[in-house]
């Protein structure tokens, strides 16, 4: 017999997927103001690219937590 489709937890679980998400931005940003003279502008554009991305999940996200609610 399948689990029951229990929901009740979905916003709170995505609020820690955004907090989670919005650190590994921060980290990013962190460790490229430490040690970006260190990198090549390639890498330094491919952290840059994926924290757009990982903003674009944020927003999308937040959108989720709406429809949850």
Same mark, same amino acid.
């Given at each position: 017999?399948?689990?029951?489709?229990?929901?009740?937890?979905?916003? &709170?679980? @995505?609020?820690?997927?955004?907090?989670?998400? #919005?650190?590994? =931005? !921060?980290?990013?940003? $962190?460790? %490229?103001?430490?040690?970006?003279?260190?990198?090549?502008?390639?890498?330094? &554009?491919? @952290?840059?690219?994926?924290?757009?991305?990982? #903003?674009?999940? =944020? !927003?999308?996200?937040? $959108?989720? %937590?709406?429809?949850?609610?």
């Amino acid at each position: 017999m399948a689990n029951p489709d229990n929901r009740t937890d979905n916003a &709170q679980k @995505i609020k820690e997927i955004i907090n989670h998400t #919005e650190q590994k =931005i !921060n980290e990013t940003e $962190h460790f %490229i103001a430490a040690h970006g003279d260190e990198m090549d502008d390639h890498d330094k &554009q491919d @952290i840059t690219d994926k924290n757009k991305r990982r #903003e674009t999940s =944020i !927003n999308s996200l937040r $959108h989720e %937590i709406e429809d949850e609610s």
